[in-house]
């Protein structure tokens, strides 16, 4: 079946992203994580970022329950968890791999860079929701991102 969507996603896959993680705790304290691309920063003062999430994800009523939420940046040699947390392959995130700064929300051990973000907005936008976030805490290491451009990771590995 061809997917009527492939023309514009082709299109909106021409802007290259970086890769981070999402993450949350749901309403019973179980870890939340989600691949995400649509993550950019927003505003210095205050410090602002925001992430869309799609109404459909199983992650949804989770983010949408949570008042925070954490951001991992990806390094480049990450892609198997960008693979995992979209679901596509391996264990979901476990309580070894995360550690906590002040909303109570997770953030990767393993990570480029981190945020820890106050909930501030949810925008409903077509199929998506924007949730802008601010930044409480963050910190960033030197290395190599994960970039995806055209559906694909850069360099391709496969
Ligand atoms: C590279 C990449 C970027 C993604 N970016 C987003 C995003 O910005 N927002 C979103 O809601 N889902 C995004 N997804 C999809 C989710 O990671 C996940 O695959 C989707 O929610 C399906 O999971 P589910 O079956 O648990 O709902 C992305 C997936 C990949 C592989």
């Known amino acids: 079946m061809t ?33 995400v ?35 991992s940046i990806l390094r480049a040699d990450q892609r198997t968890e960008s ?17 906590y700064w002040n909303s109570g929300s997770p953030i990767l051990k393993d990570r480029l860079a981190g945020f820890d973000c106050k909930v501030v907005a949810r925008h409903d936008a077509g199929d998506h929701v924007i949730l802008v976030g601010e930044v409480t805490k963050f910190d960033s290491a030197e290395g190599e991102p994960l970039i995806y451009f055209a559906s694909n990771y850069i360099p391709d590995s496969e």
């Open 3 to 35: 997917d009527k969507y492939r023309p514009l996603k082709d299109a909106f896959g021409r802007f290259v992203t970086g890769i981070v993680v999402a993450t949350c705790k749901d309403a019973d304290g179980k870890l939340i994580a989600i691949t």
């Open 37 to 71: 691309n649509s993550f950019t920063s927003v505003s210095l003062e205050p410090p602002l970022v925001l992430w869309c999430l799609d109404n459909r994800a199983s992650t949804y009523s989770a983010f949408m329950g949570s008042d925070s939420y954490g951001i």
């Open 83 to 99: 693979d995992r947390f979209a679901r596509y392959a391996g264990p979901p995130v476990t309580e070894a791999e995360v550690e």
